[in-house]
């Protein structure tokens, strides 16, 4: 093709184009909703309604997750994120480099040494970080916390933490400035209006789960939900809001998408490999919370769980959804909801797990798990929807009993939620291995002992009323013989080690002063 054809075709694909301001129609895409994780990330739905092809402009940028922008419409949509000049309020400049763009100003200073300085105020784009003379530490000019004046010696660059007064002459109501718009290129095959469906994760807007388990009557609990819910993203209006638990695998949850507003391409390499903000609100970073398993969805396992009950009704992946309703909250606003409540029988145990005291190769190691007895509760789950990884407070006629994390639990399903350390139970758990030549067993080129260990357990209850006990010992190798009335199990974390993992079940009742004892024999393989 000719030069000057090429030329000629590129050129009337650029008159084409829909770009001149004037062609453009300001919409408004509101919050229809939200689905939010126990992590500090939310889906996002917005949904707007177009009268046909064209291009729209919307003043509201998101900060997605990287790979989380999506639009769905029935039409072909391109959108571009772009800064612009726009008149905004005094109210919304976003510093007072901002608010006073272009004004001119007397600046008086907190040190009287300093002179006052009068001049024009610029905008300034903001850059590496510059030390100014004179001045105890650097900052960063054109952020919050600087001023740039232009004077008549010169541009001079001020500390807002130094002022102690500005004087503006003409102020103006409004003030302009560069502000980020969403622009959609809505292209379509029919005639009439077109709906755009915008979804994408984001952070700032999250749901923090508790329960409350009333045992003031003896032989039957009320287990309640709520929920707090903190609005960090955005004004909600009557939004339809859905809550996640479950153990979601979001990679790139702390990756900025490119697209967004203030997204650069060296921000955007340094979080996809870990540097930078990327863990900030990382699923499992510690600086979501303290309360690490609270905060996310893992729901780890409980000391006394019992192994997870079918759940009927489920299908599909284990990401759950609960309605909360509609909801209207403010930005900065924090709510707290009722979600569900129900009934279920109960039984109140002491309940003594006793780890095990050998590591994957079967060699001794420490027990760092606390093995004290504990006054728990056992129910099933009475609600109609999975209890979640949060914590439950247990309270008695009006009295706090103790607070505990309760690990997911399908409706239905039994679990067992400690109370408080049972100080009236006294145990003791020892552990002696056999005296007796020790065997050379090769496994995969490896050699190991094969020795025998003895076990003992025991216990007493000081208190004046009978109790239903429960002792839990765990142990690594074969079971060779057992006290009766134990039932066993294979625990899952033995999987992958030359030792088979497994729990001893006892259930008893004890009477007022009376003591147990059980005995316990199994064949390990340690490491040479």
């Given at each position: 093709m000719p030069l000057a054809a090429a030329l000629s075709g590129l050129l009337l694909a650029v008159t084409?184009?829909?770009?001149?301001?004037?062609?453009?129609?300001?919409?408004?895409?509101?919050?229809?909703?939200?689905?939010?994780?126990k992590n500090g990330m939310a889906v996002v739905d917005r949904r707007v309604t177009v009268p046909g092809p064209g291009r729209y402009v919307l003043d509201s940028v998101p900060t997605p997750s990287h790979g989380t922008f999506w639009i769905e419409s029935d039409g072909r949509v391109a959108t571009t994120v772009l800064q612009r000049e726009v008149d905004v309020s005094l109210e919304e400049a976003a510093s007072l480099g901002t608010e006073l763009v272009g004004q001119s100003v007397v600046v008086?200073?907190?040190?009287?040494?300093?002179?006052?300085?009068?001049?024009?105020?610029?905008?300034?784009?903001?850059?590496?970080?510059?030390?100014?003379?004179?001045?105890?530490?650097?900052?960063?000019?054109g952020q919050p916390g600087s001023l740039v004046l232009a004077t008549q010696a010169g541009r001079t660059y001020v500390d807002t933490s130094a002022i102690v007064s500005i004087q503006a002459s003409g102020q103006a109501d409004t003030v302009q400035v560069k502000k980020p718009v969403l622009i959609f290129d809505v292209a379509s095959a029919r005639e009439g209006d077109v709906t755009l469906r915008i979804q994408y994760l984001t952070r700032g807007l999250s749901w923090a789960p508790s329960y409350r388990i009333d045992v003031s009557d003896p032989k039957r609990l009320v287990l309640e939900q709520s929920t707090v819910i903190r609005n960090e993203l955005e004004d909600l209006e009557d939004v339809e809001v859905e809550l996640i638990s479950g153990f979601p695998n979001l990679e790139f949850a702390s990756v900025t998408s490119p697209i967004a507003a203030q997204a650069s391409w060296a921000d955007f390499f340094s979080q996809v490999s870990g540097g930078g903000a990327a863990s900030t609100y990382s699923v499992f970073g510690n600086s979501i919370t303290t309360q690490q398993s609270i905060a996310s969805n893992f729901a780890a396992p409980s000391n006394f769980a019992a192994p997870a009950d079918l759940d009927p009704d489920r299908e599909g992946v284990d990401i759950h959804y609960q309605s909360a309703g509609r909801v209207t909250l403010e930005r900065g606003a924090a709510i707290n909801l009722p979600l569900?409540?129900?009934?279920?029988?109960?039984?109140?145990?002491?309940?003594?797990?006793?780890?095990?005291?050998?590591?994957?190769?079967?060699?001794?190691?420490?027990?760092?798990?606390?093995?004290?007895?504990?006054?728990?509760?056992?129910?099933r789950n009475p609600l109609k929807i999975p209890m979640t990884t949060a914590p439950a407070l247990m309270v008695e006629n009006g009295r706090f009993l103790g607070q505990s994390l309760s690990t997911w639990v399908n409706p239905g399903a039994e679990t067992t939620v400690q109370i408080t350390k049972a100080l009236s139970v006294q145990?003791?758990?020892?552990?002696?291995?056999?005296?007796?030549?020790?065997?050379?067993?090769?496994?995969?080129?490896?050699?190991?002992?094969?020795?025998?260990?003895?076990?003992?357990?025991?216990?007493?209850?000081?208190?004046?009323?009978?109790?239903?006990?429960?002792?839990?010992?765990?142990?690594?190798?074969?079971?060779?013989?057992?006290?009766?009335?134990?039932?066993?199990?294979?625990?899952?974390?033995?999987?992958?080690s030359v030792n088979r993992r497994n729990e001893l079940v006892w259930t008893t009742t004890l009477d007022p002063g009376e003591e147990r004892r059980w005995t316990y024999r199994y064949r390990v393989l340690v490491d040479k």
């Open positions: 084409l184009s829909p770009s001149v301001h004037g062609q453009e129609t300001a919409i408004e895409a509101p919050v229809a909703r939200v689905a939010l994780f008086f200073f907190r040190d009287g040494q300093i002179p006052p300085v009068a001049g024009k105020v610029e905008r300034f784009t903001p850059s590496p970080t510059f030390a100014i003379p004179g001045q105890p530490s650097q900052f960063v000019f569900a409540i129900g009934g279920a029988d109960y039984q109140r145990i002491v309940s003594w797990k006793v780890p095990d005291t050998r590591n994957a190769n079967g060699r001794r190691s420490s027990r760092n798990a606390d093995d004290s007895p504990w006054d728990a509760l056992r129910f145990t003791r758990s020892l552990e002696v291995e056999r005296q007796s030549e020790r065997e050379v067993v090769y496994i995969g080129g490896d050699s190991f002992w094969r020795t025998e260990v003895d076990g003992e357990l025991e216990v007493r209850n000081y208190r004046s009323e009978p109790l239903t006990f429960e002792v839990r010992c765990e142990l690594s190798g074969e079971l060779i013989e057992a006290t009766e009335g134990f039932t066993k199990r294979l625990l899952e974390s033995g999987v992958y």
